[in-house]
């Protein structure tokens, strides 16, 4: 059986749900996790901090993690694992391992930037078009007046401009590079791009530019603390029912991972 990677030492802990690392962060130990990549442990300026990657993790990003191949292997070096579908939570107790907190995208991704101004850092935007942008940029600058935007970028470049917008978001040196859709490759831009980034918080999020523009409803803090995000997302999407055979899979996959003490 192959061995796991080790959690990361800034995580408060970490369990694996079918060989698939997931990190539990009570929300009152958020702040303090995000400072300690920032700052050492006398409040100075942490010269040594590394690239910090964040995943928000679904159940269909679960079972894509279980490949091998260059997804899992950016999973397997994630700085934090967030879950975000309550069959997550309930997997890991279907297995009897401790409980990890799920968070809702939107509102972790607040609480995130909210953090980030109490210290005035700063953000980079990349993903959505030219308007969505100037209107997130926009609304973050009411919301958050202290954070400062060093920078943002439609994710339509080509694959020849990459090298200078990878350096341009080396220059600017924001506290949290925050993606989203549009950008080549997802999350995984972030992953072939890790050691020209500079060393912030990296966070991709599919449809945050959306909603922060307020071209997309989310599903209501009811229905995610339910579990049925996944129905409202299946009305905007019908093609999403698709996704009962993984779902279906998921739960063969924890039945039989129960029964034979696997993981």
């Not at 899992?72 to 975000?84: G, H, V």
């Not at 945050?208 to 803090?221: L, N, T, Y």
């Not at 299946?234 to 009962?244: E, G, W």
Request: glycine fraction near 6%.
């Amino acid at each position: 059986m192959a061995v796991e990677k080790e959690p990361s030492p800034v995580t408060r802990g970490r369990i694996s749900l079918l060989r698939v690392p997931i990190d539990i962060i009570p929300p009152d130990d958020l702040q303090e996790i995000v400072c300690r990549q920032f700052f050492d442990t006398q409040g100075r300026e942490n010269e040594d901090r590394q690239g910090f990657n964040i995943v928000l993790m679904s159940i269909w990003d679960l079972l894509k993690a279980r490949r091998a191949g260059e997804y899992r292997d950016f999973i397997m070096k994630a700085s934090m694992i967030i879950p975000i579908s309550k069959s997550q939570i309930t997997g890991a107790r279907f297995l009897k391992k401790s409980t990890p907190v799920r968070y809702m995208p939107f509102h972790f991704i607040i609480n995130l930037l909210s953090i980030l101004e109490t210290h005035e850092f700063t953000v980079y935007l990349m993903g959505g078009n030219e308007k969505i942008l100037r209107r997130v940029e926009n609304n973050i600058h009411q919301t958050f007046p202290r954070l400062r935007i060093v920078g943002r970028c439609k994710p339509s470049f080509g694959r020849q401009e990459e090298p200078v917008i990878v350096e341009a978001i080396r220059k600017a040196a924001p506290h949290l590079f925050l993606g989203g859709r549009g950008i080549r490759g997802g999350e995984l831009w972030i992953a072939r791009n890790d050691t020209g980034l500079n060393r912030g918080i990296r966070l991709w999020c599919s449809d945050i530019f959306d909603v922060f523009a307020e071209k997309r409803s989310r599903p209501g803090e009811k229905i995610f603390n339910l579990g049925l995000e996944a129905f409202y997302y299946c009305l905007k999407n019908p093609l999403r029912f698709f996704r009962v055979f993984s779902y279906i899979r998921y739960k063969f996959l924890l039945l039989f991972y129960r029964l034979f003490n696997k993981d």
